[in-house]
């Protein structure tokens, strides 16, 4: 058990440029989860997959972003035409099977995008 | 709406000593679970301790424990001898119908 992994770990670009970003849960788990935490803030819910899945979406989640998670395994989240108030902490985490509201979350390092 | 408040944004407690952080959510549901999440400087977040709203014995991990008043919507948490190592941020969240809803934070400091 190698623990939740996410690359980068920071990533600087200029307004109007793509990004993606990449996680890779526990081998065994089959949900996973994104968040953003800005600075100051608890981290907010964006979406998540149970395996290649994808459940859930918030309303924070415009359709500049999208995520993917092929095959159930790893997943990207890639924001298009980043803007200023993209900049914040993008956290992956996951889970085991069971439901989402019992199962303990593993959370991975992040994802810290500052957009310039 | 769903949502949790942490009324205190920084806190400080002696080495050893008792420090209680407090929390309070908001939900129209009646099955949930509640949890404290800790975040070191620069490092990820790992769970300190969870509870079932359903169970009313307050769950006790180690030198956590928590004070669950489900009636008043209540989720504190108690870290007894504190440790250099527990300054952290600390994040209260919970599963209502949507997963983890998170709290503001409070930042402890633990000092020697």
């Known amino acids: 058990d190698t623990g939740v992994s996410q690359d980068p770990r920071h990533k600087i670009t200029k307004r109007g440029q793509n990004v993606t970003f990449r996680c890779d849960p526990i081998?065994?788990?089959?949900?996973l989860y994104w968040y953003r935490q800005t600075l100051g803030q608890g981290p907010e819910f964006l979406t998540y997959?149970?395996?290649?899945?994808?459940?859930?979406k918030s309303r924070l989640l415009s359709d500049r972003f999208s995520a993917e998670r092929p095959k159930g395994s790893f997943s990207t989240l890639e924001i298009q035409r980043t803007e200023q108030g993209d900049s914040a902490m993008y956290l992956c985490?996951?889970?085991?099977?069971?439901?989402?509201?019992?199962?303990?979350?593993?959370f991975g390092p992040g994802t810290r995008l500052t957009v310039l | 709406a769903q949502t949790v408040t942490q009324s205190q944004p920084e806190m400080s407690v002696q080495e050893a000593e008792t420090v209680t952080l407090s929390c309070t959510y908001d939900?129209?549901?009646?099955?949930?679970?509640l949890f404290w999440y800790k975040q070191p400087p620069s490092r990820q977040m790992i769970l300190v301790i969870r509870?079932?709203?359903?169970?009313?014995q307050n769950a006790t991990e180690n030198r956590f424990s928590v004070n669950f008043q489900k009636a008043a919507k209540s989720f504190s948490l108690k870290i007894s001898d504190s440790q250099l190592g527990d300054t952290a941020m600390y994040f209260c969240a919970f599963t209502p119908n949507t997963p983890l809803v998170f709290g503001k934070g409070t930042r402890l400091s633990v000092i020697a």
């Open positions: 985490a996951s889970s085991p099977s069971g439901s989402w509201s019992t199962d303990t979350q593993y």
């Open positions: 509870q079932e709203a359903y169970k009313q």
């Open positions: 939900t129209s549901e009646n099955n949930y679970y």
């Open positions: 997959f149970q395996n290649e899945a994808q459940l859930e």
């Open positions: 081998s065994e788990h089959n949900r």
